[in-house]
């Protein structure tokens, strides 16, 4: 059963942006905490941003800080990473993931994670 699909992924050019979308279906609904993970090709899987909703604070990486903000559409299930500024560097497959219990939003182990999605491609061109 599909829990979480991603999608906006896109080729744009450096400096566009791009808004990544993350819905969330079946037990991932219940989920504490989401959060966008990327992993360029030959590196490790990184932790961009989480957030914990209602009026549970946020995480965000400081490579993508203050170009990057994360959010989410309660009624819709849905929760959004709101790229600006963009570099080749942060060129990746970005993937979307939530867990049930409680953990701190700063967790970048993927297996603290309960959920993930397959992934959207990120490429940004200079």
């Known amino acids: 059963q599909v829990q979480l699909v991603e999608s906006g992924g896109d080729l744009v050019q450096a400096g566009g942006s791009l808004r990544l979308s993350c819905t969330a279906s079946?037990?991932?609904?219940?989920?504490?905490?989401m959060a966008w993970f990327r992993q360029a090709p030959g590196e490790e899987r990184e932790l961009v941003a989480a957030a914990r909703w209602p009026f549970g604070g946020t995480y965000v990486a400081d490579s993508v800080k203050g170009r990057f903000t994360i959010s989410k559409d309660t009624a819709e299930d849905t929760m959004y990473l709101h790229m600006t500024s963009l570099t080749p560097e942060d060129t990746a497959l970005y993937f979307c993931a939530a867990v049930v219990d409680w953990i701190p939003l700063t967790t970048g182990a993927s297996d603290e994670w309960d959920y993930w999605g397959q992934g959207t491609q990120v490429t940004v061109s200079s």
């Open positions: 079946g037990r991932a609904r219940g989920s504490s905490a």
